[in-house]
């Protein structure tokens, strides 16, 4: 899902946001109106007396929207299968500012995942930010680990956020390159 309108919303009840860029914390109070700036992975980006807050998708509703369908997993998936869910998921993740998932961005080093003796499974990310520095660095973490953690057989998912390499415009892929104006 993607939108770069600026549709109109009200707040139906009080909603956890974060605050872009800076990532803090806020509640919006039910009654609050704004303007749908992005819609990306379910979750959206809302404008709001001055300032962009995110709304993540379990709250799609505080604005009149549907939440984000869960992953599905076929009974009997192969390793091969989650893995290959587990990337679907990670494109579903996007920073607030910028409209692009966080794979295609090059965000995204490492992902491997281990069969715990329970015959669950642990995801471990490495990924990094396009500037250390980024208020909206816990947040993207956050949104991976609970987009992964949706997915049946994944009970635990541990994301690092590592700086080395730093992350340069090389890394994004050429669809990314086009979106966002550098190719």
Request: proline letters at 7%; hydrophobic letters at 40%; charged letters at 20%.
């Amino acid at each position: 899902m993607y939108s770069r309108t600026s549709e109109p919303v009200k707040f139906e009840r009080d909603c956890p946001a974060v605050m872009v860029p800076s990532g803090e914390a806020v509640s919006l109070p039910a009654g609050s109106v704004g303007y749908i700036t992005q819609a990306l992975g379910g979750s959206f980006t809302v404008y709001v007396e001055g300032n962009l807050f995110r709304i993540a998708g379990t709250d799609a509703d505080a604005i009149g929207k549907p939440p984000m369908a869960l992953p599905v997993l076929a009974e009997g998936a192969s390793d091969h299968d989650v893995e290959e869910l587990v990337w679907e998921q990670l494109r579903t993740c996007f920073d607030p500012e910028i409209p692009v998932n966080i794979v295609d961005l090059g965000l995204v080093y490492e992902c491997n995942l281990f069969r715990l003796e329970d015959g669950q499974r642990r995801a471990e990310i490495k990924m990094t930010l396009t500037a250390p520095g980024c208020g909206m660095g816990d947040t993207l973490v956050s949104d991976v680990q609970s987009k992964v953690e949706l997915i049946p057989t994944i009970s635990e998912a541990d994301v690092e956020l590592v700086f080395d390499p730093p992350w340069n415009q090389n890394m994004m892929s050429e669809a990314a390159k086009l979106e966002t104006g550098m190719l």
